[in-house]
């Protein structure tokens, strides 16, 4: 592997330029991973800020053994692995089934590593690669024109749930939790448009700037792209502990600091959110428990609150420590599909889910991320993200809220909505 560390006086133009020619740059390749935090302080940090790219093959997984395969993967030689997991992987942890169309058509499981990667520092670029390229590397992209927000005409968004189907099967969940089947389910409903031509990844930087978050990211594979806006962290490992920090609860921010602080201080006081979001610390825990020492599951915080750009969130963090006796693939199964994006008991809410939501949620609710080669790694949870197709020219994204006996269809609803607006804004819908 070759390195070298660029600083401001080795580069005829300022380093945040050259970040935004790398990024112009890197999507002319078939491979691309970009992971950024956007300095948003977040405990145990958000996404490092990371541009990977390939013009080679993706690694070579089996879809029909994905886990299997990727621990085989992982114990071959280190190298730096960028990809994600979709949620229909959750049909090789259990016994389960997906049947809804899927438009979009991301495969299963998807990793690459990359030909050269580089780390975005505060006051310089450490740039890696395979090969003895890097000058020539650093030539190209100085040479390509810095890529721009920008956004599409305004796109012809369709929502593939009515407000009426949508209330009645609010109205179902709550009878099977009525019935115990569930206690809490995360219901989720797309939006889409069709026959849809855009250029990927100046809407990615408009959805950033419009809504910036600390796992934040982008991924080209080809004719597919992920836009991904996610303020989530599903699973980071760092050494032998394993840190999880679902999410439950979501209120807007207020117009002026006393309103945003009201609302803030309701969401941290409203009965129903809490009740929400202890019930998944609560499989949280349980989901490390398979894979973490006895003793070592802890809630390192509880219900914190915390601001980004278009709502507030209620965040928990978890944290536990990796047995001697499993690896990084014993602690991905054990926690996936996360809780936050299911409900519990898990298994039920996954059954459920398949029952009543009316499109497969394909890479929406998956993971997104990085494993180094040690091993660690930081995956975040694939929400309020973009998914498009280039060559069918579909594109997607979806929404959703937790259920619990408690819940009123109309306000989930309007929860639905303030979720989505980052999104439709930069379509051109709001």
Same mark, same amino acid.
């Given at each position: 592997m070759y390195a070298t560390e660029l600083r401001a006086a080795d580069i005829t133009v300022s380093l945040e330029e050259f970040r935004m020619k790398a990024l112009a740059w890197a999507n002319q390749h078939p491979h691309v991973a970009y992971y950024t935090s956007n300095e948003i302080p977040y405990p145990h940090h958000g996404f490092e800020h990371l541009l990977a790219v390939s013009s080679g093959a993706s690694v070579p997984l089996a879809e029909m053994s994905a886990f299997k395969s990727l621990r085989q993967e992982l114990q071959k030689e280190n190298q730096l692995l960028c990809g994600f997991l979709s949620y229909d992987l959750k049909n090789?942890?259990?016994?389960?089934?997906?049947?809804?169309?899927?438009?979009?058509?991301?495969?299963?499981?998807?990793?690459?590593?990359?030909?050269?990667?580089?780390?975005?520092?505060?006051?310089?670029?450490?740039?890696?690669?395979?090969?003895?390229?890097?000058?020539?590397?650093?030539?190209?992209i100085q040479e390509t024109p810095a890529a721009l927000p920008a956004t599409p005409k305004a796109v012809a968004v369709k929502q593939r749930v009515t407000k009426e189907k949508y209330v009645a099967a609010v109205e179902q969940i709550r009878e099977h939790i009525l019935e115990g089947d569930v206690y809490e389910l995360n219901y989720c409903i797309e939006f889409y448009a069709e026959d849809v031509a855009l250029a990927p990844l100046p809407l990615y930087l408009a959805l950033n700037h419009a809504s910036p978050t600390p796992f934040s990211g982008y991924l080209k594979y080809h004719d597919k792209y992920l836009l991904c806006a996610s303020p989530e962290r599903f699973l980071k490992k760092e050494g032998q502990k394993l840190i999880s920090q679902p999410i439950k609860g979501t209120t807007r921010r207020g117009a002026t600091p006393q309103e945003d602080a009201l609302l803030q201080y309701q969401l941290r006081h409203n009965e129903k959110e809490l009740a929400e979001n202890m019930m998944i610390v609560d499989l949280v825990r349980n989901d490390l428990g398979h894979s973490c020492a006895t003793g070592t599951v802890q809630v390192e915080e509880m219900f914190g609150i915390y601001g980004f750009r278009q709502v507030s969130q209620m965040i928990s963090t978890i944290v536990g420590n990796l047995r001697p006796d499993k690896d990084l693939v014993d602690a991905l199964t054990g926690a996936f599909p996360m809780g936050s994006m299911t409900g519990a008991p898990k298994i039920s809410a996954l059954q459920l889910i398949e029952a009543l939501e009316a499109t497969r949620r394909g890479l929406y609710s998956g993971?997104?991320?990085?494993?180094? +080669? =040690?091993?660690?790694?930081? $995956?975040? *949870?694939?929400?309020?993200?973009?998914?498009?197709?280039? +060559? =069918?020219?579909?594109?997607? $994204?979806? *929404?959703?809220?937790?259920?619990?006996?408690?819940?009123?269809?109309?306000?989930?609803?309007?929860?639905?909505?303030?979720?989505?607006?980052?999104?439709?804004?930069?379509?051109?819908?709001?």
């Open positions: 090789q942890i259990e016994n389960l089934q997906s049947q809804h169309p899927d438009h979009v058509g991301f495969p299963l499981l998807h990793f690459f590593s990359p030909d050269i990667h580089l780390y975005f520092k505060q006051d310089s670029i450490c740039i890696y690669s395979t090969e003895d390229n890097i000058a020539s590397s650093v030539v190209a993971t997104f991320g990085f494993i180094k +080669s =040690n091993n660690d790694c930081d $995956f975040n *949870v694939v929400i309020r993200s973009i998914q498009y197709n280039a +060559s =069918n020219r579909y594109l997607s $994204f979806m *929404v959703g809220s937790a259920i619990t006996y408690d819940s009123d269809p109309e306000q989930e609803f309007a929860e639905c909505l303030l979720k989505a607006k980052a999104i439709l804004k930069v379509l051109g819908q709001g």
